[in-house]
C-alpha cells in the first residue's frame, strides 16, 4: 500500500470525518467497500445504527466532546 496522506478532523460534538485513501477494516479482517466515497464519517458517539459510520445520533443523544490539541490527556 502506497504511503497517502488521510485528513482526520473531529468534528466538536460529532464524528471524526476520514478524508483520503481509506481502508476501514472490522475486527475480523474484512474490509468495508467504500469505493467513490472520498470521504467517510465515523461515530464517536456509540449511539448510531450504522456503526461505525456515522448517522448524526450524537445530536439525538446530546453527545458533548470538544476534544482538540490541547487537552491530549
Do not use: Y
Amino acid at each position: 500500500m502506497a504511503e497517502e496522506t488521510v485528513k482526520i478532523t473531529v468534528r466538536p460534538n460529532g464524528p471524526l470525518r476520514v478524508e483520503g485513501a481509506i481502508h476501514l477494516v472490522d475486527a475480523d479482517g474484512q474490509e468495508w467497500d467504500l469505493t467513490g466515497k472520498p470521504a467517510v464519517s465515523l461515530c464517536r458517539c456509540g449511539a448510531s445504527e450504522k456503526r461505525p459510520f456515522c448517522d448524526g445520533a450524537h445530536n439525538r443523544v446530546g453527545f458533548q466532546c470538544m476534544t482538540s490539541p490541547g487537552n491530549l490527556t
